[in-house]
Nanobody, 124 residues
Framework: QVQLVESGGGLVQAGGSLRLSCAASGRTSSISAMGWFRQAPGKERVWVSAVNWRSGTTYYADSVKDRFTISRDNAKSTVYLQMNSLEPEDTAVYYC?????????????????WGRGTQVTVSS
């Protein structure tokens, strides 16, 4: 089992920045990738970004490319999401997820472990 705990959400004005953190514990050696998803009210959960735990290769949704940066600290089993130039459309609950499979995927149901989520609200 892997446990994930997010932190760092909050309220920010448009154009501002936030950094989310996600600490993994448990069988972290089995993790192949970690990522972030978000879910706005009344909408489906969508993939935002991911990082391959071994190679460090990063992936981004087009909607956040050039604004968000994902990074990892293997020693701390922690993944970060630096969010810059935030827009009201970025408002959502952000979920950290971990995946055991080796092939990159943006499909939520293929990610095995999830955090409880952290709220990000961007005011206009």
């Amino acid at each position: 089992q892997v446990q994930l705990v997010e932190s760092g959400g909050g309220l920010v004005q448009a154009g501002g920045s936030l950094r989310l953190s996600c600490a993994a514990s448990g069988r972290t050696s089995s993790i192949s990738a970690m990522g972030w998803f978000r879910q706005a009210p009344g909408k489906e959960r969508v993939w935002v970004s991911a990082v391959n735990w071994r190679s460090g290769t990063t992936y981004y949704a087009d909607s956040v490319k050039d604004r968000f940066t994902i990074s990892r600290d293997n020693a701390k089993s922690t993944v970060y999401l630096q969010m810059n130039s935030l827009e009201p459309e970025d408002t959502a609950v952000y979920y950290c997820a971990a995946r055991l499979g080796r092939i990159h995927t943006t499909t939520p149901r293929l990610w095995e472990y999830w955090g409880r989520g952290t709220q990000v609200t961007v005011s206009s």
